[in-house]
Protein backbone atom coordinates (compact mmCIF):
# COMPACT_ATOMS: atom_id res chain seq x y z
CA UNK A 1 0.00 0.00 0.00
CA UNK A 2 1.47 3.32 -0.77
CA UNK A 3 2.14 5.57 2.28
CA UNK A 4 -0.84 8.64 1.99
CA UNK A 5 1.91 11.56 1.49
CA UNK A 6 2.88 9.64 -2.01
CA UNK A 7 -0.64 9.30 -2.74
CA UNK A 8 -1.59 13.16 -2.00
CA UNK A 9 1.35 13.81 -4.30
CA UNK A 10 -0.07 11.56 -6.77
CA UNK A 11 -3.41 13.41 -6.82
CA UNK A 12 -1.41 17.17 -7.26
CA UNK A 13 0.49 15.53 -10.19
CA UNK A 14 -3.18 15.09 -11.49
CA UNK A 15 -4.27 18.05 -10.94
CA UNK A 16 -1.60 20.37 -12.73
CA UNK A 17 -1.42 17.48 -15.38
CA UNK A 18 -5.22 18.29 -15.91
CA UNK A 19 -5.37 21.98 -15.14
CA UNK A 20 -5.26 23.08 -18.54
CA UNK A 21 -6.11 19.81 -20.89
CA UNK A 22 -9.12 20.15 -22.94
CA UNK A 23 -10.43 17.86 -25.46
CA UNK A 24 -12.96 18.20 -28.28
CA UNK A 25 -16.36 16.34 -28.72
CA UNK A 26 -15.25 12.93 -30.60
CA UNK A 27 -15.66 12.81 -34.35
CA UNK A 28 -18.47 10.62 -35.24
CA UNK A 29 -20.23 10.19 -32.13
CA UNK A 30 -23.95 10.89 -32.01
CA UNK A 31 -23.98 11.59 -28.58
CA UNK A 32 -25.58 14.66 -26.36
CA UNK A 33 -22.85 17.02 -26.20
CA UNK A 34 -24.48 17.49 -22.72
CA UNK A 35 -23.23 13.98 -21.66
CA UNK A 36 -19.61 15.36 -21.85
CA UNK A 37 -20.54 18.71 -19.79
CA UNK A 38 -20.93 20.79 -23.11
CA UNK A 39 -24.36 22.51 -24.87
CA UNK A 40 -23.11 22.34 -28.21
CA UNK A 41 -20.47 20.09 -30.15
CA UNK A 42 -17.61 23.42 -30.40
CA UNK A 43 -17.00 23.57 -27.41
CA UNK A 44 -13.97 22.39 -25.51
CA UNK A 45 -14.24 19.68 -22.78
CA UNK A 46 -12.13 20.50 -19.88
CA UNK A 47 -11.60 18.06 -16.88
CA UNK A 48 -13.93 20.45 -14.98
CA UNK A 49 -12.18 18.75 -11.53
CA UNK A 50 -13.37 20.24 -8.15
CA UNK A 51 -10.79 22.23 -6.04
CA UNK A 52 -8.65 20.92 -3.84
CA UNK A 53 -10.26 22.22 -0.63
CA UNK A 54 -13.49 20.53 -2.06
CA UNK A 55 -11.22 17.30 -2.56
CA UNK A 56 -9.67 17.23 1.19
CA UNK A 57 -13.77 18.14 2.37
CA UNK A 58 -14.79 15.19 0.42
CA UNK A 59 -11.93 13.14 2.64
CA UNK A 60 -12.94 14.28 5.56
CA UNK A 61 -16.35 13.52 5.36
CA UNK A 62 -15.53 10.15 3.92
CA UNK A 63 -12.83 9.32 7.19
CA UNK A 64 -15.72 10.53 8.90
CA UNK A 65 -19.00 8.39 7.83
CA UNK A 66 -17.04 5.66 6.44
CA UNK A 67 -19.24 4.49 3.80
CA UNK A 68 -19.35 1.20 2.59
CA UNK A 69 -20.36 1.50 -1.10
CA UNK A 70 -19.52 4.79 -2.60
CA UNK A 71 -20.92 6.27 -5.54
CA UNK A 72 -19.51 8.89 -8.18
CA UNK A 73 -22.04 10.34 -10.44
CA UNK A 74 -18.84 12.08 -13.03
CA UNK A 75 -15.60 10.58 -12.67
CA UNK A 76 -13.76 13.09 -15.46
CA UNK A 77 -9.94 12.44 -14.89
CA UNK A 78 -10.60 10.30 -11.48
CA UNK A 79 -9.50 13.50 -9.33
CA UNK A 80 -12.23 13.53 -6.90
CA UNK A 81 -12.44 9.68 -6.89
CA UNK A 82 -8.69 9.60 -5.83
CA UNK A 83 -9.91 12.34 -3.18
CA UNK A 84 -12.51 9.48 -1.65
CA UNK A 85 -10.30 6.73 -2.49
CA UNK A 86 -7.62 7.56 -0.26
CA UNK A 87 -10.04 7.75 2.86
CA UNK A 88 -11.96 4.79 1.42
CA UNK A 89 -8.78 2.39 1.17
CA UNK A 90 -8.25 2.57 4.95
CA UNK A 91 -11.35 1.23 5.97
CA UNK A 92 -12.06 -0.91 3.14
CA UNK A 93 -14.91 1.00 1.56
CA UNK A 94 -15.22 1.16 -2.34
CA UNK A 95 -16.55 3.73 -4.86
CA UNK A 96 -17.91 3.23 -8.07
CA UNK A 97 -17.75 5.80 -10.42
CA UNK A 98 -19.43 6.79 -13.69
CA UNK A 99 -18.01 8.29 -16.99
CA UNK A 100 -18.82 8.52 -20.47
CA UNK A 101 -15.65 9.84 -21.98
CA UNK A 102 -12.78 7.83 -23.08
CA UNK A 103 -10.38 9.81 -22.61
CA UNK A 104 -10.80 10.78 -19.52
CA UNK A 105 -11.45 7.60 -18.18
CA UNK A 106 -7.71 6.53 -19.37
CA UNK A 107 -6.30 8.92 -17.59
CA UNK A 108 -8.33 7.98 -14.20
CA UNK A 109 -7.34 4.20 -14.86
CA UNK A 110 -3.61 5.13 -14.69
CA UNK A 111 -3.93 7.70 -11.80
CA UNK A 112 -5.74 5.31 -9.92
CA UNK A 113 -3.39 2.59 -10.47
CA UNK A 114 -0.60 4.93 -9.41
CA UNK A 115 -1.78 5.49 -6.62
CA UNK A 116 -2.78 1.80 -5.63
CA UNK A 117 -6.35 2.28 -5.33
CA UNK A 118 -7.35 -0.43 -8.10
CA UNK A 119 -8.89 -2.56 -5.25
CA UNK A 120 -10.88 0.74 -3.94
CA UNK A 121 -12.05 2.39 -7.23
CA UNK A 122 -13.52 0.81 -9.95
CA UNK A 123 -14.49 3.53 -13.44
CA UNK A 124 -17.80 2.35 -15.03
CA UNK A 125 -18.02 3.83 -18.91
CA UNK A 126 -21.35 4.36 -19.19
CA UNK A 127 -24.04 6.90 -19.09
CA UNK A 128 -25.20 7.42 -15.72
CA UNK A 129 -28.64 7.32 -16.36
CA UNK A 130 -27.86 3.35 -17.91
CA UNK A 131 -25.91 2.87 -15.04
CA UNK A 132 -28.37 3.93 -12.42
CA UNK A 133 -31.21 1.55 -14.40
CA UNK A 134 -28.96 -1.09 -14.29
CA UNK A 135 -27.06 -1.42 -11.00
CA UNK A 136 -28.16 -3.37 -7.67
CA UNK A 137 -25.46 -1.27 -5.79
CA UNK A 138 -27.24 -0.11 -2.49
CA UNK A 139 -25.30 3.42 -1.90
CA UNK A 140 -24.86 4.99 1.07
CA UNK A 141 -22.95 8.16 0.02
CA UNK A 142 -23.11 9.78 -3.48
CA UNK A 143 -21.31 12.10 -4.42
CA UNK A 144 -22.99 13.99 -7.41
CA UNK A 145 -20.75 16.16 -10.44
CA UNK A 146 -22.07 15.17 -13.41
CA UNK A 147 -24.96 16.47 -15.93
CA UNK A 148 -27.04 19.00 -13.70
CA UNK A 149 -30.00 19.14 -15.59
CA UNK A 150 -30.49 14.98 -14.57
CA UNK A 151 -30.18 15.89 -11.38
CA UNK A 152 -33.72 15.06 -10.43
CA UNK A 153 -34.02 12.24 -12.10
CA UNK A 154 -31.16 10.84 -10.74
CA UNK A 155 -32.15 11.26 -7.08
CA UNK A 156 -35.49 9.55 -7.86
CA UNK A 157 -33.86 6.48 -9.04
CA UNK A 158 -31.36 6.57 -6.78
CA UNK A 159 -34.18 6.81 -3.88
CA UNK A 160 -35.98 3.78 -5.73
CA UNK A 161 -33.37 1.40 -6.80
CA UNK A 162 -33.12 1.15 -2.49
CA UNK A 163 -30.23 2.77 -0.88
CA UNK A 164 -32.31 3.54 2.17
CA UNK A 165 -30.00 5.63 4.53
CA UNK A 166 -27.92 7.07 2.22
CA UNK A 167 -25.78 10.81 1.77
CA UNK A 168 -25.57 12.54 -1.06
CA UNK A 169 -23.57 15.50 -1.19
CA UNK A 170 -23.84 17.70 -4.78
CA UNK A 171 -21.41 20.33 -6.05
CA UNK A 172 -21.43 23.21 -7.68
CA UNK A 173 -25.42 24.05 -6.15
CA UNK A 174 -23.91 27.47 -5.74
CA UNK A 175 -22.41 28.63 -9.19
CA UNK A 176 -24.48 26.56 -10.77
CA UNK A 177 -27.56 26.31 -8.84
CA UNK A 178 -29.79 27.55 -11.79
CA UNK A 179 -28.79 24.62 -13.62
CA UNK A 180 -30.27 22.35 -10.89
CA UNK A 181 -33.34 24.33 -10.11
CA UNK A 182 -35.70 22.12 -9.98
CA UNK A 183 -34.01 19.28 -8.12
CA UNK A 184 -32.65 21.70 -5.04
CA UNK A 185 -36.38 22.93 -5.51
CA UNK A 186 -37.95 19.06 -5.18
CA UNK A 187 -35.21 18.20 -2.65
CA UNK A 188 -36.44 20.93 0.18
CA UNK A 189 -39.82 19.42 -0.18
CA UNK A 190 -39.06 15.98 0.49
CA UNK A 191 -40.00 15.49 3.81
CA UNK A 192 -37.94 12.36 4.04
CA UNK A 193 -34.72 14.27 3.05
CA UNK A 194 -32.35 16.32 5.09
CA UNK A 195 -30.47 18.78 3.51
CA UNK A 196 -27.98 21.09 4.41
CA UNK A 197 -25.96 23.48 2.72
CA UNK A 198 -22.35 24.47 2.83
CA UNK A 199 -21.03 27.80 1.59
CA UNK A 200 -17.50 26.92 0.37
CA UNK A 201 -15.72 26.61 -3.23
CA UNK A 202 -18.75 25.63 -5.59
CA UNK A 203 -21.40 25.35 -3.00
CA UNK A 204 -22.19 22.10 -1.63
CA UNK A 205 -25.37 20.62 -1.12
CA UNK A 206 -25.49 17.56 1.92
CA UNK A 207 -28.74 15.76 1.28
CA UNK A 208 -29.54 12.31 3.60
CA UNK A 209 -32.40 10.41 3.22
CA UNK A 210 -33.07 7.54 5.72
CA UNK A 211 -31.41 7.22 8.92
CA UNK A 212 -28.88 9.66 10.02
CA UNK A 213 -25.32 8.43 11.07
CA UNK A 214 -24.45 9.83 14.02
CA UNK A 215 -21.22 11.68 13.16
CA UNK A 216 -23.46 13.09 10.25
CA UNK A 217 -25.68 14.66 12.53
CA UNK A 218 -22.18 16.41 13.88
CA UNK A 219 -21.71 17.83 10.57
CA UNK A 220 -25.32 18.66 10.25
CA UNK A 221 -25.30 20.55 13.55
CA UNK A 222 -21.84 22.70 11.83
CA UNK A 223 -24.20 23.76 8.90
CA UNK A 224 -27.44 24.35 10.85
CA UNK A 225 -29.29 26.66 9.31
CA UNK A 226 -29.57 25.57 5.77
CA UNK A 227 -29.54 28.72 3.70
CA UNK A 228 -30.69 28.36 0.15
CA UNK A 229 -28.05 28.78 -2.41
CA UNK A 230 -28.26 32.51 -3.38
C1 LIG B 1 -17.59 18.14 -13.41
S1 LIG B 1 -16.90 16.78 -14.25
C2 LIG B 1 -16.52 15.67 -12.93
C3 LIG B 1 -15.29 16.08 -12.16
C4 LIG B 1 -14.82 15.05 -11.15
N1 LIG B 1 -15.86 14.71 -10.21
C5 LIG B 1 -13.63 15.59 -10.39
O1 LIG B 1 -13.81 16.46 -9.54
O2 LIG B 1 -12.51 15.14 -10.66
C6 LIG B 1 -18.36 16.01 -14.91
C7 LIG B 1 -18.08 14.77 -15.72
O3 LIG B 1 -19.30 14.08 -15.91
C8 LIG B 1 -19.30 13.48 -17.19
N2 LIG B 1 -20.70 13.32 -17.57
C9 LIG B 1 -21.61 14.32 -17.74
N3 LIG B 1 -22.80 13.81 -18.03
C10 LIG B 1 -22.65 12.45 -18.05
C11 LIG B 1 -23.55 11.38 -18.29
N4 LIG B 1 -24.81 11.60 -18.53
N5 LIG B 1 -23.06 10.13 -18.21
C12 LIG B 1 -21.74 9.90 -17.94
N6 LIG B 1 -20.85 10.88 -17.69
C13 LIG B 1 -21.30 12.14 -17.76
C14 LIG B 1 -18.55 14.49 -18.08
O4 LIG B 1 -17.97 13.83 -19.17
C15 LIG B 1 -17.53 15.07 -17.11
O5 LIG B 1 -16.28 14.45 -17.25
Request: glycine letters at 6%; charged letters at 25%; aromatic letters at 12%.
Amino acid sequence: MKLLQEQLDIIEELKTLCENKEWSYPEGSTRDPLDFGIHSKAEVIKSWHIPKTTGQFLFFMVNLIQPKNILELGTSVGYSALWMGIAAQNYGGNIHTVEYFDEKIEIADSFIKKAELEKTIVVYKNKIIDFLDTTDGEYDFVFMDADKGNYLKYYDLLKQKGSQNCLILVDNAGNFKHRMKDFIDEVQKDDSASVSFLNMDNGILLIQFGRINSNLSVVQNLFKNYQKPE
